[in-house]
């Protein structure tokens, strides 16, 4: 059995040490913050799961994975953390990403309800469907209760013989000893190191920041008034994104204990821009409002919504223009770091998990974790 450090305790950092202890590994979290940390991409309230996927055809079947993974994690955790909402898709021009993954879900045999703008305004009337080409119903996706998902990990690792230690920033690590260094000078050893950092990974492995940025992004948080929140609440997520705009909005959802999460609208555009140890998470009013104004002729009575508040969180994103690829990489002998971000990389988070799990009991070869992770191999 091997002795591995994880350098970050958000979601990739904690899925991978959860399938690393069903394997029975020795397995040790380094958090620089709390955990959950508020400042991680992680911790949010929501994040999508959904079987379209633009063409990128590998993440698309990936899905069948992603889904399987996580029953596996909600049978240990004792709670399902996800709520099946399925994702609604509103393609404005016939070479957007919509029309694409229409085109490659009708291929791969996966369900999909097909409307016209007709027929979208009488199944969905809170959507305007005025300036739509087509739309269509994947009923497989879903809300991921993140924050939650995130606190439910940690707690069944420090009781399933994992060690997290919070307030351990890691400042440098020695990938070929597979060792690290803490800020305050403390070493240590093990066989492995895995760097799940997110946004910060530039910093402690400055090889990465050739392979992946740091992009700003803002949130909108939305409140609503009785009616709306019911009728939202049994409603699936919406997705349009092109070359030029990338609104997307994640329902309210009832969470196990009974709570109802917020309406959330972002825009999937990648700004490209920030530093994630600096900047502030409190974003401009102004710039709040341009998220929350991608609704406007998206949804009707956009009135009777009131923008409550705005959030900025961070991609950390393919550098490469045009790609969206999760970046695996091996570091000397005894480390990886694992980028599993470009806005989309949270529902494949217990997968990868269990791939890298595979990959250090030799059942996964290196080369194919890194192409599994970049959704080449299926
Ligand atoms: C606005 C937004 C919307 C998104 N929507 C979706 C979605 O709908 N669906 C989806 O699948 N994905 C989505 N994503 C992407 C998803 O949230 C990320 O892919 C995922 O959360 C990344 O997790 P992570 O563990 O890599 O990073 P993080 O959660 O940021 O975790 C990294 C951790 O490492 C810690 N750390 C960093 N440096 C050090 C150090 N030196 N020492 C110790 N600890 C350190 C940090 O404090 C942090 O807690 C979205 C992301 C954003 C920002």
Not at 184 to 190: A, D, N, Q, V
Not at 201 to 221: D, I, N, W
Request: hydrophobic letters at 45%.
């Amino acid at each position: 059995m091997a002795n591995v450090l994880i350098v970050g305790a958000g979601i990739i950092g904690l899925s991978a040490a959860w399938a690393l202890r069903r394997d029975g590994h020795r397995v040790t979290v380094l958090e620089q913050g709390p955990i959950p940390n508020p400042v991680g991409t992680s911790v949010d309230q929501h994040r999508l799961i959904r079987r379209p996927y633009g063409t990128e055809v590998g993440y698309m079947r990936m899905i069948t994975h992603a889904f399987a993974a996580w029953d596996a994690m909600w049978r240990d955790l004792g709670v399902s953390l996800l709520v099946r909402t399925g994702s609604l898709s509103l393609s404005v021009r016939d070479d957007d990403r919509q029309a694409e993954s229409l085109r490659l879900l009708k291929d791969g045999g996966f369900p999909v309800e097909e409307m016209d703008a007709r027929r979208l305004g009488e199944c969905y009337p809170l959507i305007d469907p005025r300036g739509v080409r087509m739309a269509y119903l994947s009923p497989e996706g879903g809300v991921l209760l993140a924050e939650r998902i995130v606190m439910a990990l940690a707690t069944w690792l420090a009781e399933n013989g994992a060690t997290l230690r919070a307030g351990a920033a890691v400042e440098a690590i020695d990938s070929d000893l597979g060792s690290v260094t803490l800020a305050g000078g403390e070493r240590i050893e093990s066989d492995l190191v895995l760097v799940a950092a997110g946004a910060w990974v530039g910093r402690l492995v400055p090889e990465m920041t050739l392979l992946v940025e740091p992009s700003r992004q803002v949130l909108a948080y939305v409140r609503l008034p009785d009616d709306l929140a019911r009728a939202w609440a049994t409603h699936p997520s919406l997705l349009s994104i092109g070359a030029d705009h990338g609104f997307y909005l994640v329902p309210p959802v009832m969470a196990p204990d009974g709570t109802q999460t917020a309406l959330k609208i972002g825009d999937h555009l990648f700004s490209r821009v920030g530093d994630a140890a600096s900047d502030p998470r409190l974003p401009g009013e102004a710039e709040t409002k341009a998220v929350y104004e991608l609704a406007r002729g998206r949804l009707r009575d956009l009135d009777r919504y009131v923008l409550d508040r705005g959030k900025v969180c961070f991609y950390t994103v393919d550098s490469r223009d045009g790609h969206e690829t999760f970046r695996s990489v091996r570091l000397g002998q005894a480390a990886w770091a694992m980028s599993n971000c470009s806005g989309h990389g949270f529902k494949f988070a217990a997968c990868l998990g269990e791939a890298f799990a595979d990959m250090v009991a030799g059942r996964r070869s290196a080369g194919g974790f890194t192409r599994y992770a970049a959704g080449e191999v299926l």
